[in-house]
């Protein structure tokens, strides 16, 4: 099945530059944006790889057909990691058509890919939706979010853990590993997916950072548009919340409206 559109790709290496977001959105109504944060002293530095390559989050969002394929990953000692998994799920987007599939895909990448010589690890967040239909299906390791933003609230669609993966570790791609989820976005709502640097954009502190009740009410502030919604969002993120400090660690975030 061809693309429909070119592909948003967005990696943490060619965003450096603190304050600054970088940008991509599809034919296909999805809207995507990356940022290395904003605080150049934040906590968060002493689980960098390299220094010098602060920003190790990755995202992309790939249409095929009536079906959307995005993914958002933040690896930890070293960018290698959610750059190499994000990348090689792009290139197999067209083919991934339930969970079994992509675990199938992720085992394979990890014999066409894997580099022992790379310490790093990420978390790693897929969502495959419908953009006729609404529904969808989703895998993931780690701390990353998936939520559906609509006038009648927020519904978070998967449950956090403490897993993180590697394409040098198969087992680290185990469906026993995951967590796993399914859907219907409704036509009034905003699918939302993002790395922790929204929800903890003040390092560490979830309840001092962007919350459901920020979510919600961007969505009145945005009229439900997704990118929009998007901008919104990842400013604030970037600013922090009721005085609270923001921008502490890197951003990656999608926004997709039917």
């Known amino acids: 099945m061809p693309l429909n559109d070119k592909p948003c790709m967005l990696l943490g290496k060619d965003f450096a530059h603190y304050g600054e977001v970088g940008y991509c959105h599809t034919a296909m109504k999805m809207h995507c944006a990356i940022s290395v944060g904003a605080d150049k ?11 010098r390559s ?12 009536d079906t959307a394929l995005l993914a958002v990953a933040d690896a930890h000692f070293g960018q290698w990691a959610s750059q190499a998994l994000v990348a090689g799920l792009a290139g197999y987007a067209r083919d ?3 969970q079994a599939s992509l675990y199938s895909y992720l085992q394979q990448l990890c014999d066409e890919s894997c580099d022992h010589s790379q310490p ?8 495959c939706l419908n953009l006729l239909s609404g529904d969808g299906f989703g895998v ?6 998936a939520v ?11 449950t956090k853990n403490s897993q993180y993966v590697s394409l040098n570790k198969p087992h680290s791609l185990d469906p026993a590993c995951a967590e796993e989820f399914s859907f219907t976005l409704r036509p009034d709502e905003l699918l939302v997916v993002f790395t922790d640097g929204v929800d903890e954009c003040h390092y560490g502190s979830p309840a001092t950072s962007v919350t459901d009740q920020h979510l919600q009410r961007l969505y009145h502030v945005s009229a439900g548009d997704a990118k929009h919604y998007l901008t919104q969002l990842v ?5 922090g919340v009721n005085g609270n400090p923001g921008g502490q660690d890197n951003i990656a975030i999608v926004t997709v409206s039917l």
Do not use: W, Y
Request: charged residues 20%; glycine residues 8%.
């Open 41 to 51: 002293t934040s906590p968060s530095l002493r689980f960098k790889g390299d220094l």
């Open 120 to 127: 790093s690890e990420t978390t790693l967040l897929m969502v």
């Open 54 to 65: 602060t920003n190790e989050d990755a995202l992309t969002a790939v249409s095929c057909g």
């Open 96 to 98: 991934i058509t339930d």
């Open 148 to 158: 559906c933003v609509g006038r009648q609230g927020v519904r978070h669609l998967n």
């Open 235 to 239: 400013e604030l993120a970037l600013a």
């Open 140 to 145: 993931s390791f780690g701390d990353s979010s």
